[in-house]
């Protein structure tokens, strides 16, 4: 079988460990791998290129993707899916791997519709596909915030500050509700609870009377105040529709510098979240999922999704997955601002 294979949506620590895993298995079952540059855009416009062993040395340790990506959803544009149709006849691909976030991935399900065989394969760091208990590239992201936490403690404890770290996280905060309880965070911002800027800054004000001088609040890129609190302001968005970096700790820093008086500082994380050494964590669950998408089709499955539930990797299909959010649980939520 000639097998495509695609990275979509933002970068990650352990596409390539994917990839390798793809390769690998794949040819070693008797497939041929060609993959796509950059993402469904580099399927639409025929940018193809044939993969072998020799090509996925090495690539283990490697942040990042060797194919490229791009943030294009082929269901989304004049033509789109028609191109993507008219490369893969002319290319002979019969089967097409996609490893991606919930846009990549609901962009699978629409080609699928088409004909073609489709598996997915999930990576994001903000953890939010639903269908699957991990996705890759998360655990090295909440490894680098927390390690900001971390050092972050040192020098507000120093000046006597609030420090305010924004993480990424639009729609679901589980990089800021697992970096804030691994680094000892004080408050916890997270889209699925919108906040109340009052209860915030008072919080503060109880700890740095009661028993501390300084405080750490993570703040996810996607976090917004309560309706009937008295902080009010519209998530501020870019031409592409992407919450523009540091907005929201900036605001919310603002907040708790102007009713509390202690001196607060912003530190933005941004895409350092996305790039480095993949945590080993996350090679061994790319490796797994390009293992359990080429058996997919080796079994003569079709528009499905790979997964991780508890301790086994299991295939989801996409129709289940296209659409949907993964948000934190109430229960992660409570605990976090239980330990505060």
Request: net charge negative.
């Amino acid at each position: 079988m000639r097998i495509g294979l695609i990275t979509g949506g933002g970068d990650c620590a352990g596409l390539n460990a994917a990839i390798r895993a793809v390769v690998k298995h794949g040819t070693s079952s008797g497939h041929s791998i060609v993959g796509f540059r950059n993402g469904w855009k580099g399927v639409a416009e025929g940018d193809v290129l044939h993969l072998s062993r020799s090509d996925v040395r090495n690539v283990l340790p490697l942040g990042g993707t060797v194919l490229g990506t791009a943030r294009f959803h082929p269901h989304r544009e004049d033509g789109g899916v028609e191109a993507v149709q008219a490369t893969l006849e002319q290319e002979r691909v019969e089967a097409l791997i996609c490893i991606g976030g919930d846009g990549t991935l609901h962009a699978a399900s629409k080609v699928a519709e088409s004909g073609v065989k489709v598996v997915g394969i999930p990576k994001t760091i903000d953890n939010d596909v639903w269908g699957t208990d991990k996705s890759i590239g998360f655990d090295t992201a909440v490894h680098v915030a927390t390690e900001a936490v971390d050092r972050l403690h040192t020098t507000a404890e120093s000046h006597n500050r609030v420090m305010v770290v924004e993480v990424m996280g639009r729609d679901a905060g589980w990089i800021a509700v697992h970096a804030g309880i691994a680094g000892g965070a004080e408050i916890m911002l997270a889209p699925e609870h919108p906040f109340d800027i009052e209860a915030v800054t008072r919080a503060l004000r109880h700890r740095h009377r009661a028993h501390a001088s300084f405080s750490i609040v993570v703040v996810a890129e996607g976090a917004v105040p309560a309706q009937d609190t008295a902080m009010h302001y519209t998530t501020e968005r870019d031409e592409l529709g992407q919450i523009v970096a540091g907005a929201t700790a900036e605001r919310v820093a603002g907040e708790i510098a102007e009713r509390t008086g202690f001196e607060t500082r912003v530190t933005v994380l941004g895409h350092i979240q996305r790039g480095g050494t993949p945590l080993p964590s996350d090679r061994v669950l790319a490796s797994r999922f390009g293992h359990a998408a080429i058996e997919a089709l080796n079994h003569g499955h079709s528009e499905v999704m790979t997964a991780v539930r508890g301790e086994h990797v299991e295939l989801v299909p996409l129709r289940e997955v296209a659409g949907k959010l993964k948000t934190v649980p109430q229960e992660l939520l409570t605990a976090a601002r239980a330990l505060a």
